[in-house]
């Protein structure tokens, strides 16, 4: 039986009043090869996908590599990071890097477009910023994706 998900208005305004300026400001300035739209941009996918993550209970595939490179900065802000987890979750949500393959990306978009439409209607991820992405610096791992 699959378990109905429920969308929670309050903890969906909470994520996205979240200041996240300075670690989007931080994703830019350590990635200058990828356009910065396209990085301010995916701030909310971020939440957005946070909030799934939490709504679903379980864990849910990145639905970019912008969205996995906005997760790594904030992690990397850890006091931020941690009060984001304790008043948004109630706890910490843990973050282990994938490797975004083609097959992975097709198969992840899929599962998480499928999250999406079903807590809000419609997939509010934009799959197409994929495309921009080539060198991604994970400053945590040490290592360009």
């Not at 903890?11 to 989007?24: A, F, G």
């Not at 931080?26 to 739209?37: C, G, L, M, R, Y």
């Not at 006091?79 to 198969?107: L, R, W």
Request: net charge negative; aromatic share 10%.
């Amino acid at each position: 039986m699959t378990k109905t998900l429920v969308k929670n208005e309050q903890l969906l305004e909470k994520i996205l009043d979240w200041d996240l300026s300075k670690v989007v400001d931080f994703a830019v300035k350590e990635n200058p090869t990828i356009d910065k739209q396209a990085i301010l941009s995916s701030e909310d996918e971020y939440k957005h996908f946070i909030y799934l993550v939490i709504v679903s209970g379980t864990i849910l595939p990145v639905p970019t590599q912008v969205v996995d490179l906005i997760w790594h900065s904030h992690v990397l802000h850890t006091k931020d990071y941690m009060s984001f987890c304790d008043q948004v979750a109630g706890k910490f949500i843990h973050h282990s890097p994938e490797g975004f393959t083609d097959e992975n990306f097709a198969k992840n978009s899929s599962k998480i477009s499928e999250v999406s439409k079903q807590v809000f209607g419609n997939v509010v991820f934009d799959f197409n910023k994929q495309d921009l992405v080539k060198n991604v610096n994970f400053q945590c791992c040490g290592q360009k994706a």
